[in-house]
């Protein structure tokens, strides 16, 4: 079976948690990181992956099997609603909306 080619949008904490649950995982594989802090630049070339600055960046690239968005809270329906558009999946870190009206 072929691994699972998942992005990490947002590589703060809980990002870089998603991507240690990925590398124990033999069913998928970290596929690129997203994230506009320059340090996240490092990172992704300390785990040889692709980096992008924004998700638009990673879908016009590329068609990753699935999104782990961990991005800040406010930004999270933007990002999902990106991947939807794509036709890629989503896992949205809670909460999926900043606010009810969103939601």
Do not use: F, W, Y
Request: aromatic share 0%.
């Amino acid at each position: 079976m072929t691994p699972l080619r998942i992005a990490v949008a947002g590589a703060g904490q809980i990002g870089r948690t998603h991507m240690a649950l990925i590398d124990t995982s033999a069913e998928c594989t970290l596929a690129a990181i997203v994230d506009p802090a320059p340090a996240s630049i490092l990172l992704a070339q300390a785990r040889g992956v692709p980096h992008h600055a924004s998700l638009a960046s990673l879908l016009a690239a590329t068609r990753p099997d699935g999104v782990i968005i961990s991005t800040p809270n406010p930004l999270h329906v933007g990002n999902a609603l990106d991947c939807i558009a794509h036709g890629v999946p989503a896992l949205i870190e809670k909460p999926v909306a900043h606010t009810l009206e969103e939601g």
